[in-house]
């Protein structure tokens, strides 16, 4: 006998580790891949949680005495108007670049920046208020990159007694300074039309806001708030609204978009508010939106350029807050003592405060998604221009200053109530037919049932969609009464037809193979179908006067879209019933034939013995099937992407569309900008949506045990 | 009441119940698929030209494309028409009322013109002119002369097409040696021997360029000699470049075998063809190409996958909690919704892995991104994730179906672990793994969710596989079947064109997933018949 090769044999063994190793390593991956999966999106949507921060980028020292400043929107030069009456450029180093205004006599005595921070208003020594654009331009020169001056008078009006400068505002060519007075305010402004215009308030304005277009202005004197509409022709303004103010107001500011105007008062109290349709037609009364808490006096309020974040400079510290979330944002560290005054850069990532003493201080900030918040995701929101606290999904609008409206509800309420339509109509229909398969119907038709059920399973989900929506979303908008009518008649029909056949004499119920009941049952059900929809029209103009979807809008006020709930049901039912199908049907063929053979034994019919020990003893999977099949709804993209209208709407109505969670992320997510909060949102969405259908999984696997402990005893 | 009570117990309602039940979704199933076929198969095959003379004298001449309700008269019904021509007449369907029609012809001289640009045309013939002169339609001889005329101009559009494709090939190391230039001035190095390579490698592209420009310029000089003048329903004449004709089909006068042979050429053309007209003409073969290449590539990551994560569960897992952890892991993956891997694709491969690889390997040509945005590759590891269960549940039952009897005959002969399943197992599963593989197939074809997020498009310039180096390119876009049905069927512009190609597609993929599934269930039939009997 020779003896074993030990070579052969070592090598074999390490092989065999080796395999080990890696065959073990690849059941591994998959948990790694699972556990990678949720922890990747997971960490993708973190940083919606931040508040964002802002980080001192230090200081550097100026020889006069400043007024006022602005930033370009690279955050390379602070453009300083200094009490002198001259524009100096501040750069980052320190070095500085000087520009006389000409025809400004200095002292100047004060000056204002509008929120754009391209227009200075400014009073001069002999008492002249002035207007002037000042535009710091990036110019390229091949790859470098320079900054050009732009600096013009807009406005010069002859020396007038008048108050303190409220506020300026304009756009290209056109500018307007309002200049409090003892009656309320003065708008002194340049274009067509009589300057200055008077707005009359029966006490003096203590702070004062323009939009841009010169249109309106909003005006607090010390116990109220105006809002005056400038017409085209008239030498005073016109009073549109007004409403008492708790305290004594310090500073005025509107919000990017001007719809909401922000009143910061004595008390450290911010409030914002906006001009409302009033309870008669053509008035309009001012609606207080919102309340922003904090301690100390409000200096000014300057609102960003990018969104509806703004700053609230108060007497020793600056805080960031954000008006969609309601929230303060953070407060700018290391903030110095006698700031003049302080803005955020045009672009929103950085900030500046100039102080009395010559110092022009900058930050840096980081605020990725200050328009995001758990209460704005899940709670109802009141957002510019509405009235009420709603819940409204809609990611993108016409113009820069859109409010971004990111409410999950309606998305989680539109893919519950696609696939709690879908199982309204699938799981009757495949746990019935489970349980005729397994316990009425003869072996051979299981032969049958079984390979068409997985084709069904098998149907490209966007084939079923397509048809859905293409072919049966019409067929079924032109027949809606005899489809509805049908879910009525078909059963009835067929309970009828059974008591028939029952009425028929034994000899000839036995003679009839087990096919042929199926065959009679068809029949039926064909002839209840084939009746109903002949009598449609007739039963059409004698119940609801000929059209049924103005019936419907008339008598219950329900619009009808073609692509509804109800086309999703029929749609979805084709994707889910197979799923449910399988299931019950495994659930059923594992109760042991032995317990129903002795129920037949003791006398039962097949339907007593179905009920009593059948289906007992497979509920656990027949709620297993039940959640499974939900699950599957719930996930479902194409279908509902092509067989509802992909309407965010909020409704319960069957015949609504709705949007679901899959198919908004399939829709917007190609488009969202990378690391954006859209694109957070939907990442959101997604990690949702996983953990529903966990959710719903394990719930499901865990109600099935328990039942299964209950009832497993008769299936043991 | 009794005797009701009675027949309520026995049952006989509610097996009638559930049984109607049973062919609620039976009837389903089977009326998708009927409703697919009939409605599909029949778009191909061609139908009689039809001349309508309407009350106020005008006429309208076109095929009939369905009919309903008029809803401004009960009682009488009105027939969509295509009636083609769109550039002349700008809309190529139109509703025709019944009441309208005064007298219905298909005349025997009515041609139906398939074209490619601009769809269908529809019209009588009347003379055909060529390089040697016009022959009447009325000629005898007109049939062949035009017989001629189509594969000369076919001849040259072939020709054409040869020539542009050497063209843009003489193209290339200009772009590469662009490409060069730009990312030299970008690392600030110097560029200017660069540029006069470049300026030298255009001046040779143009020297080389400009005989095949000239040659072009011949062709379509001599196939725009050949033109068919048509004369359209309303009497107007116009004349059409024979290189514009696809077909020329006289539809009222084919008999039987010529409407089954042009039904075969358009199912032929539909398969193989490129499509034109933004997707509503032509065919899907670029659609086929990706989906094929997708699933291919697909293939290569997740059976190997599936297969050793099978191998674990069933041959090397112990009753352990990581077992579990495995199993539940699994168990959670089946039940993902595809879309959460779409934008797990997205967020991971394209934006994270993609990204990477374009700042590593590809930055001469940012921002534009090369890996960093949606590729087959990307579509294809995606898809890969979400069908890993499904190859994994078929290759244990493979696995399963394995005799115990056979797997300790091995280890008795002192085979290893690995021994016993690299010979004895895995062969014996074998029908599991095709299974599998041919149930993920089916399942990846028919996906388009996670797709439409990494990479699919709705017409893709190129094909991921071509003759230019690397001849594999993993960055491509492609099309695919599933979208390309939702594409067509709801963002064309003309929706009522497009049927056609769209329905076909439905049958082409339902065909396509049909078949891998009863192939899939026969194998796993065979499968179980095996178990059941090996576990005597």
């Given at each position: 006998m020779s003896p074993l090769p030990t070579r052969r044999l070592a090598r074999a063994r390490r092989l065999d580790r080796l395999a080990a190793l890696c065959i073990t390593g690849?059941?591994?991956?998959?948990?790694?891949?699972?556990?990678?999966?949720?922890?990747?999106?997971?960490?993708?949507?973190?940083?919606?949680?931040?508040?964002?921060?802002?980080?001192?980028?230090?200081?550097?020292?100026?020889?006069?005495?400043?007024?006022?400043?602005?930033?370009?929107?690279?955050?390379?030069?602070?453009?300083?108007?200094?009490?002198?009456?001259?524009?100096?450029?501040?750069?980052?180093?320190?070095?500085?670049?000087?520009?006389?205004?000409?025809?400004?006599?200095?002292?100047?005595?004060?000056?204002?920046?509008?929120?754009?921070?391209?227009?200075?208003?400014?009073?001069?020594?002999?008492g002249s208020v002035q207007v002037w654009s000042v535009r710091l331009r990036p110019s390229w020169k091949g790859q470098g990159r320079g900054?050009?001056?732009?600096?013009?008078?807009?406005?010069?009006?002859?020396?007038?007694?008048?108050?303190?400068?409220?506020?300026?505002?304009?756009?290209?060519?056109?500018?307007?300074?309002?200049?409090?007075?003892?009656?309320?305010?003065l708008l002194l402004r340049t274009g067509s039309g009589p300057s200055p215009v008077a707005l009359d308030a029966l006490s003096p304005a203590v702070a004062g806001t323009l939009t841009s277009s010169l249109a309106e202005a909003w005006l607090a004197s010390e116990g109220e708030l105006l809002l005056f509409e400038v017409g085209g022709e008239a030498e005073v303004a016109s009073l549109v609204a007004r409403a008492p103010l708790a305290h004594r107001p310090t500073a005025l500011g509107l919000v990017l978009g001007e719809v909401t105007c922000l009143v910061g008062d004595g008390a450290g109290v911010v409030t914002a508010w906006q001009a409302v349709e009033g309870p008669m037609a053509g008035l309009r009364i001012l609606d207080r939106s919102a309340t922003f808490p904090g301690q100390g006096a409000i200096r000014r309020l300057?609102?960003?350029?990018?969104?509806?974040?703004?700053?609230?400079?108060?007497?020793?510290?600056?805080?960031?807050?954000?008006?969609?979330?309601r929230r303060r944002l953070f407060e700018l560290p290391a903030f110095p003592s006698r700031v003049v005054w302080a803005s955020l850069s045009p672009r929103r990532d950085g900030a500046f405060a100039v102080t009395a003493t010559g110092q022009v201080h900058r930050w840096s900030l980081a605020i990725p998604h200050p328009e995001v918040s758990f209460s704005t995701l899940f709670l109802p929101v009141r957002y510019e221009g509405f009235t009420t606290p709603e819940l409204v999904w809609q990611s993108t609008g016409g113009s820069s200053s859109f409010e971004t409206k990111l409410s999950l509800v309606p998305l989680i309420v539109g893919t519950f109530k696609g696939a709690l339509y879908a199982l309204l109509f699938s799981a009757p229909i495949a746990l019935a037919a489970a349980l005729y398969v397994s316990q009425f119907a003869p072996r051979r038709l299981r032969l049958v049932t079984k390979p068409m059920v997985e084709l069904m399973a098998a149907l490209p989900s966007v084939v079923v969609g397509f048809l859905a929506a293409l072919l049966f979303a019409p067929l079924i908008q032109r027949h809606i009464v005899a489809v509805l009518a049908s879910l009525v008649t078909v059963p009835l029909a067929v309970v009828a037809g059974a008591a028939l056949f029952s009425a028929l004499p034994r000899t000839v119920r036995r003679r009839l193979p087990p096919a042929g009941e199926l065959s009679l049952v068809g029949a039926a059900a064909?002839?209840?179908?084939?009746?109903?929809?002949?009598?449609?029209?007739?039963?059409?103009?004698?119940?609801?006067?000929?059209?049924?979807?103005?019936?419907?809008?008339?008598?219950?006020?329900?619009?009808?879209?073609?692509?509804?709930?109800?086309?999703?049901?029929?749609?979805?039912?084709?994707?889910?019933?197979?799923?449910?199908?399988?299931?019950?049907?495994?659930?059923?063929?594992?109760?042991?034939a032995s317990l129903i053979s002795a129920s037949l034994a003791l006398g039962a019919t097949r339907w007593q013995a179905a009920r009593t020990v059948a289906i007992p003893a497979a509920s656990p999977g027949l709620f297993a099937a039940v959640m499974i099949g939900l699950g599957r709804a719930v996930g479902e993209t194409?279908?509902?992407?092509?067989?509802?209208?992909?309407?965010?709407?909020?409704?319960?109505?069957?015949?609504?569309?709705?949007?679901?969670?899959?198919?908004?992320?399939?829709?917007?997510l190609p488009e969202a900008p990378y690391g954006g909060t859209l694109y957070r949102v939907l990442i959101l969405t997604a990690l949702l949506l996983f953990a529903v259908t966990f959710a719903i999984n394990t719930v499901a696997v865990m109600v099935s045990n328990r039942l299964r402990r209950r009832f497993g005893r008769l299936a043991a | 009441m009794t005797g009701l009570r009675h027949w309520l117990k026995e049952g006989a309602a509610q097996r009638w119940l559930a049984g109607a039940a049973l062919l609620a979704a039976l009837a389903l199933v089977v009326g998708l698929v009927v409703v697919v076929v009939t409605v599909s198969a029949g778009f191909f095959w061609p139908r009689p030209v039809l001349e309508l003379q309407l009350r106020d004298g005008s006429v309208v001449l076109g095929e009939e494309w369905g009919r309903e309700d008029d809803p401004t008269e009960a009682g009488s019904q009105r027939v969509r028409m295509k009636v083609g021509n769109r550039d002349v007449l700008g809309l190529d369907f139109r509703w025709v009322r019944e009441a309208e029609v005064a007298a219905r012809r298909t005349p025997a001289a009515a041609?139906?013109?398939?074209?490619?640009?601009?769809?269908?045309?529809?019209?009588?013939?009347?003379?055909?002119?060529?390089?040697?002169?016009?022959?009447?339609?009325?000629?005898?001889?007109?049939?062949?002369?035009?017989?001629?005329?189509?594969?000369?101009?076919?001849?040259?559009?072939?020709?054409?097409?040869?020539l542009l494709r050497r063209a843009s090939?003489?193209?290339?190391?200009?772009a590469r040696l662009r490409l060069r230039v730009a990312a030299a001035e970008r690392a600030g190095r110097d560029a200017a021997a660069l540029q006069a390579e470049l300026e030298a490698a255009t001046r040779r592209e143009q020297t080389a360029a400009a005989p095949l420009l000239a040659e072009l310029a011949e062709l379509r000089g001599r196939a725009a000699a050949f033109s068919l003048l048509m004369r359209t329903a309303d009497g107007s004449e116009r004349e059409l470049a024979v290189s514009s004709l696809l077909r020329v089909v006289p539809a009222n006068r084919m008999t039987t075998g010529a409407k089954l042979a042009l039904y075969l050429s358009r199912w032929v053309e539909f398969v193989s063809g490129e499509p034109r007209e933004s997707n509503t003409e032509g065919g899907i073969f670029p659609a086929i190409f990706g989906t094929a290449l997708m699933v291919l590539l697909m293939t290569l990551v997740v059976v190997p996958f599936g297969v050793v994560t099978a191998l674990y569960l069933n041959e090397y897992a112990g009753e352990n909690a990581f077992t579990n952890a495995v199993r539940l892991a699994l168990a959670n993956l089946a039940g993902v919704p595809s879309i959460v891997f779409g934008a797990f694709g997205l967020a991971f491969f394209v934006y994270t892995v993609g990204g990477g690889v374009d700042r590593l390997f590809f930055s001469d040509t940012l921002p534009t991104p090369t890996f960093g945005t949606g590729g087959i590759l990307w579509a294809a590891l995606t898809l890969a994730l979400l069908?890993?269960?499904?190859?994994?549940?078929?290759?244990?039952?493979?696995?399963?179906?394995?005799?115990?009897?056979?797997?300790?005959?091995?280890?008795?002969?002192?085979?290893?672990?690995?021994?016993?399943?690299?010979?004895?197992?895995?062969?014996?599963?074998?029908?599991?793994?095709?299974?599998?593989?041919?149930?993920?197939?089916?399942?990846?074809?028919?996906?388009?969710?996670?797709?439409?997020?990494?990479?699919?498009?709705?017409?893709?310039?190129?094909?991921?596989?071509?003759?230019?180096?690397?001849?594999?390119?993993?960055?491509?876009?492609?099309?695919?079947?599933?979208?390309?049905?939702?594409?067509?069927?709801?963002q064309s512009p003309n929706i009522e064109a497009a049927k056609p190609s769209v329905y076909a597609t439905v049958l082409v993929l339902l065909g396509l997933v049909v078949v891998l599934n009863l192939a899939a269930i026969t194998l796993r039939n065979r499968l179980r018949r095996r178990l059941r009997s090996s576990a005597v």
């Open positions: 690849g059941g591994a991956l998959i948990l790694l891949s699972v556990g990678f999966l949720l922890v990747f999106l997971l960490v993708e949507c973190l940083p919606l949680l931040s508040t964002g921060k802002g980080t001192p980028e230090g200081s550097v020292g100026v020889a006069f005495v400043p007024l006022v400043a602005s930033e370009d929107e690279y955050r390379e030069t602070v453009a300083v108007l200094g009490r002198d009456g001259i524009l100096h450029l501040v750069r980052r180093d320190g070095s500085s670049e000087a520009r006389t205004l000409e025809g400004v006599a200095p002292p100047l005595e004060e000056a204002t920046v509008d929120s754009s921070g391209r227009l200075v208003a400014l009073r001069d020594g002999r900054l050009e001056l732009s600096l013009k008078p807009v406005l010069v009006a002859p020396p007038l007694k008048a108050g303190p400068i409220l506020a300026v505002a304009g756009s290209d060519g056109s500018a307007g300074v309002l200049v409090a007075t003892p009656t309320g305010a300057l609102p960003s350029q990018r969104d509806k974040t703004f700053l609230a400079l108060r007497a020793d510290r600056a805080e960031l807050f954000h008006l969609t979330t064909a002839a209840a179908v084939t009746l109903t929809f002949a009598l449609e029209r007739a039963v059409t103009r004698l119940c609801f006067g000929g059209d049924f979807q103005a019936w419907l809008a008339n008598s219950v006020g329900v619009t009808y879209d073609q692509r509804n709930a109800v086309v999703v049901g029929f749609a979805l039912g084709v994707a889910v019933i197979p799923v449910i199908f399988t299931l019950a049907e495994d659930a059923f063929s594992n109760v042991p194409m279908i509902v992407l092509m067989a509802t209208g992909n309407t965010p709407l909020l409704s319960l109505s069957p015949f609504n569309g709705m949007r679901t969670m899959s198919a908004c992320i399939a829709v917007e | 041609w139906l013109l398939e074209r490619r640009e601009y769809g269908n045309f529809y019209g009588f013939p009347q003379a055909l002119r060529s390089p040697t002169g016009s022959v009447a339609v009325t000629d005898p001889s007109f049939q062949v002369h035009l017989d001629h005329a189509l594969a000369e101009t076919r001849r040259l559009v072939q020709e054409e097409e040869a090939r003489l193209h290339e190391p200009v069908t890993v269960p499904v190859v994994v549940v078929a290759t244990e039952e493979g696995l399963q179906s394995v005799p115990q009897a056979v797997r300790d005959g091995a280890r008795a002969l002192g085979a290893t672990r690995w021994q016993t399943v690299r010979r004895v197992v895995l062969p014996y599963a074998t029908p599991g793994i095709l299974t599998g593989t041919i149930l993920a197939v089916a399942r990846a074809a028919g996906e388009v969710a996670p797709l439409m997020l990494t990479g699919v498009v709705k017409l893709a310039p190129a094909l991921a596989v071509d003759t230019t180096p690397p001849f594999l390119h993993l960055e491509r876009k492609f099309m695919h079947l599933g979208f390309h049905i939702y594409d067509v069927g709801f």
